[in-house]
């Protein structure tokens, strides 16, 4: 079982950065995806960006590509949303993810192991 685990969110204003982090409790496949999304109140849980965890094949959302940056760190086991140019509409419920596999998805069904979530509220 891996457990997932977010940190980095708060509150910050509009057109500001903040950077979310999500390690892993272990590395028990050789190959699986990370992914993030968001859910606010009254929504759906959407996708916002998925990795491979070598790092290399990336995938965003369309509503956030271009200000949204993910990476990971293999050797820790932790993934990074590094989020510029925030706005209001990005305040969410933030979710760290991962899949085993080889494949970018964008579903949440897609998904195995979950975390429990961090905050972010943007203010405008």
């Known amino acids: 079982q891996v457990q997932l685990t977010e940190s980095g969110g708060g509150l910050v204003q509009a057109g500001g950065t903040l950077r979310l982090s999500c390690a892993a409790s272990k590395s028990t496949f050789s190959s699986f995806v990370w992914g993030w999304f968001r859910q606010s109140p009254g929504n759906g849980r959407d996708f916002v960006a998925a990795?491979?965890?070598?790092?290399?094949?990336?995938v965003y959302a369309d509503s956030v590509k271009g200000r949204f940056t993910i990476s990971v760190d293999d050797a820790d086991n932790t993934m990074y949303l590094q989020m510029n140019r925030v706005q209001p509409e990005d305040t969410a419920m933030y979710y760290c993810a991962a899949r085993v596999g080889a494949i970018l998805k964008r579903q949440v069904h897609e998904y195995d192991y979950w975390g429990r979530g961090t905050q972010v509220t943007v203010s405008s």
């Open positions: 990795i491979m965890s070598n790092g290399g094949d990336k």
